[in-house]
């Protein structure tokens, strides 16, 4: 067990000793409190709420910790295979699948520590700039949900929901990393998910076949279920659904992922 965590924290190291790993967190933080100043300063702002602004950020800034976490998580397995030192980790004491596990672990870590960036700093920015006080029931609706939950509830099952499209958009994205060796392809396909996967899905929201329901773009946007209690995205599509239609989907591309990876001939 020792043994695998070390593992882990060579693959993190591997990511925090790099200089662009510095500079998303730097962005990150340079848009939230850039937003939240001009907000506070320009002329006929400093009336809003601290939730509401928290909300804007997050929906703007969410996408690019998603995308943060593509990057890396395409270089993760990929670059391994491009630079050559994939042969110098098969040849150590550990197994493929702990190679493997680790490198998947330290994305996710990476991906949680750039989403608790997010809520941190824009929780605490704007609950200094604008305050986090106002009706319980304004601030709700200035959210969009009229859920009987406090605003700080909300916000944390908002970025749970966000948390859970991302894992899967960046586990697309290790697949693809590990069964193709390009990290360049799995950035490319894991970004037309997030960028194109909002479009696909409006157009497949109208058609009316079973089939759609079990397609894995119509539920990777689950925060559609704050909106109200009971809230279906489809007829019988219920939160539950999405969720168990993730599963499903998340289970078949670990085990492709993994097949491959033990499977595969490093040296081709």
């Given amino acids: 067990m020792f043994d695998f965590l070390q593992l882990v924290a060579n693959e993190n190291l591997k990511i925090y000793r790099r200089i662009r790993t510095w500079i998303m967190f730097g962005i990150l933080v340079i848009l939230v409190l850039a937003i939240s100043l001009i907000a506070r300063y320009m002329p006929g702002g400093g009336d809003g709420s601290g939730w509401s602004m928290m909300m804007t950020e997050t929906f703007l800034l969410f996408i690019m910790v998603t995308i943060f976490t593509v990057v890396v998580s395409a270089e993760t397995v990929a670059g391994e295979f491009t630079s050559g030192t994939i042969k110098l980790l098969l040849i150590r004491p550990w197994s493929r699948s702990k190679i493997l596990l680790s490198k998947y672990i330290s994305v996710m870590l990476f991906a949680f520590a750039l989403a608790a960036t997010l809520f941190v700093l824009g929780f605490g920015v704007n609950a200094l700039l604008f305050g986090m006080g106002g009706a319980r029931e304004e601030i709700l609706a200035a959210l969009g949900t009229n859920r009987d ?100 989907y998340y289970v078949l591309i670990i085990a492709v992922t993994w097949l491959v990876f033990n499977k595969r001939d490093v040296a081709t």
């Fill in 149 to 248: 939950i406090s605003p700080f509830s909300y916000m944390l099952a908002y970025y749970g929901f966000e948390f859970i499209s991302l894992i899967m958009i960046v586990t697309v994205s290790f697949m693809i990393s590990t069964v193709f060796r390009s990290g360049g392809l799995a950035i490319g396909l894991s970004l037309f998910f997030l960028m194109g996967g909002s479009v696909v899905t409006m157009l497949l929201m109208q058609l009316d076949y079973a089939w759609v329901d079990y397609l894995l773009l119509i539920h990777l946007d689950l925060t559609n279920y704050l909106i109200e209690p009971g809230f279906e995205l489809r007829d019988g599509v219920t939160l539950g659904f999405s969720l168990g239609v993730l599963a499903a």
